[in-house]
């Protein structure tokens, strides 16, 4: 049975399980927060939606956090409440290091848009390999660029190639030279007038909504569980890519159940390069 664990009830947490459930690649789905009876009950409510979106995954809610050994992936949502709040700061790193006790080898995928710095603590201070380490966030900005790109060249979304790179929202970066639409290079679709007009834009997208988070959290999740061969654009403990070490930018990946299987660094143009190293602080 693959079971994923996510640390939280909150509007984060209950779009991710929502996605998982009805995205049938998981078998159980387990919601922990400290009011475990929210958590037991936004499980029972999404349990029951199964019988209109006709899925068969197990949901469940406890206030254990010892519950996630043995789980295949865990996500690092939001905790309930009004409104609900992503675990960061002090608070997000005492649970992490009171998790890494229990998921001694599980991918640990951060949904929320400013987990960045809990994230990089993580590694540092709670001593878990920086593999396990995976910040989802980028994919729902990812997918927002993508359709904004599908506007302008009159094309389906899926039709779309693109990454994104750097320390979102001041700085990312948007190769353009390695995008493409449907096969061709993207900057031979689209003007540099329209290129600007998209990033003048996309820097509005962040920070993405809950649902959009949580979604692309399950995912990235999906992707860890199942080893998929796709690339996705996530946040990251640098190990010297572009000239840094120790700063946690997005780069696109591929995932495997261990974590993070591979960087795929892009080749860039000059203007990018020093963009980017500009955002990572190198």
Known sequence: MTTVCIIGAGDIAGAAAHALARGERVSRVLLIDANGKVAAGKALDIQQSGAVDLFHVRLDGSDDVSRVAGCAAVIVADR???????????????????????????PIVFAGAMQAEVLRTSAREAHIARERLVGSAPEALVAGVRAMVAMEAR??????????????????????????????????????????????????????????????????????VRHSRRAFSVLLVSGGEFGVRGRVGAMPVNLSPIGIANIRVPTLNTRERVRLETALGA
Not at 80 to 106: I, N, Y
């Open 155 to 224: 094309c389906s979304p899926t039709e779309v190639n693109l990454t994104v790179l750097g320390t979102p929202p001041s700085g990312f970066v948007v190769p353009w030279s390695e995008a493409s639409v449907g096969g061709y290079s993207l900057e031979r679709v689209l003007s540099q007038v329209e290129l600007a007009r998209i990033e003048a834009r996309a820097a509005r997208l962040w920070p993405p909504g809950p649902f959009a988070l949580g979604l692309a959290a399950a995912r990235v999740t999906e992707a860890l």
């Open 80 to 106: 309930f409440g009004s409104p609900s709040t992503e675990w960061q700061g002090d608070d997000g790193l005492a649970m992490m290091m009171r998790l890494a006790s229990f998921a001694t080898d599980a």
